[in-house]
């Protein structure tokens, strides 16, 4: 029987296959110690460079990313490929380049290296200065506002817990303010504070989620839940930043919350009173205005008038009907 031997030639060779055919990141320790073949393309790809060929240099580190993933210099081949790529304007690719080597080699030098580069990418997209081509180079415009977004929670899903997450957090959030994503710069500074309590970042992402909710009263409908989110978040920023040099001015802003809240709640009953003609509802208002004049003693001054208009209104008989 030649069946067994048969069997074994044809595993070795699924097996060969599929080295040849890796896609996955390298087992950990399964590094080879040399790869002859992989250094030759690599003094290839050092002599395009010397010569400032890019796409030779690019041509032989493709091929040891793609044939030679478990050589020593596999790492710094993707790594160099990424620079190439940026050097080509084609950024989309580097940061695609740079990802592959983070994932796949996370214990090379060049790892570190690989986030710094995509930090620096979408820092420089998220101001607006790294421009791409456009129509074969024709002319160039801003990176696409869904590719800086993706690339920032990339770098924070690879880094959540050192310092280089919490810069792409708060580069995050203030990029979704300055497109007018209000929505989602409140989650990701409500993010950042919660991840990375102690960053230097945190105080400041702390009080623009206070300022985010408080302009939301002025910038869409004057609702009183606004406002009472950006009481609520001035107020946190003072308990988690006690000694901050802007605890103080928190707690003012909370007590300016507090006041508009009062007025807010002053209009409402107005409008009831003078709109709707809800007397009941309209003096509930004007009451709770009035129990809370510490907050705002124009408004409660205010609504001691208009409640005895609220309860005489409220106190005449009802027209009769005639049907």
Not at 15 to 31: E, K, Q, R
Not at 157 to 174: D, H, R
Not at 277 to 302: G, L, M, T
Request: some cysteine; hydrophobic content about 40%; overall charge neutral.
């Amino acid at each position: 029987m030649r069946i067994a031997p048969f069997l074994c030639v044809c595993a070795a060779a699924a097996a060969l296959t599929a080295c040849d055919d890796f896609n996955g990141p390298p087992p950990i320790g399964s590094v080879r110690a040399s790869d002859p073949a992989a250094d030759a393309l690599m003094a290839k790809a050092d002599a395009a460079k010397a010569e400032k060929n890019l796409s030779r240099e690019a041509k032989y580190l493709k091929e040891i990313v793609r044939m030679h993933e478990l050589a020593p210099n596999a790492a710094e081949a993707r790594y160099r490929l990424g620079l190439v790529y940026e050097a080509q304007e084609d950024y989309r690719e580097a940061f695609k380049t740079y990802s592959k080597l983070i994932d796949a080699y996370p214990q090379s030098p060049r790892y570190t290296d690989a986030l710094n580069r995509q930090l620096t990418l979408a820092m420089t997209a998220a101001n607006g200065t790294l421009r791409t081509p456009v129509l074969w180079g024709a002319w160039h415009t801003d990176m696409e506002s869904t590719v800086v977004i993706e690339w920032l929670r990339t770098i924070i899903a690879k880094a959540p817990y050192n310092e280089m997450g919490a810069t792409a957090s708060v580069i995050l959030a203030k990029y979704l303010v300055d497109i007018e994503k209000y929505d989602e710069a409140r989650v990701e500074y409500r993010r950042l504070v919660e991840n990375y309590p102690d960053s230097s970042y945190a105080p400041d992402a702390q009080l623009m989620l206070a300022k985010l909710w408080a302009e939301d009263h002025t910038r869409g409908d004057r609702n009183l839940v606004n406002l009472t989110n950006a009481r609520e978040a001035y107020e946190e920023f003072s308990l988690r930043f006690p000694n901050h040099k802007d605890a103080g001015k928190a707690l003012a802003q909370a007590s300016n919350m507090n006041r508009l809240l009062v007025q807010q709640e002053l209009e409402v009953g107005r409008y009831y009173l003078e709109r709707s003609h809800e007397y009941a509802s309209a003096a509930f208002c004007f009451e709770d205005v009035i129990r809370r004049r510490k907050d705002n003693p124009e408004a409660a001054a205010e609504a001691e008038k208009l409640l005895q208009q609220a309860r005489a209104k409220a106190a005449q008989p009802a027209p009769r009907s005639f049907l």
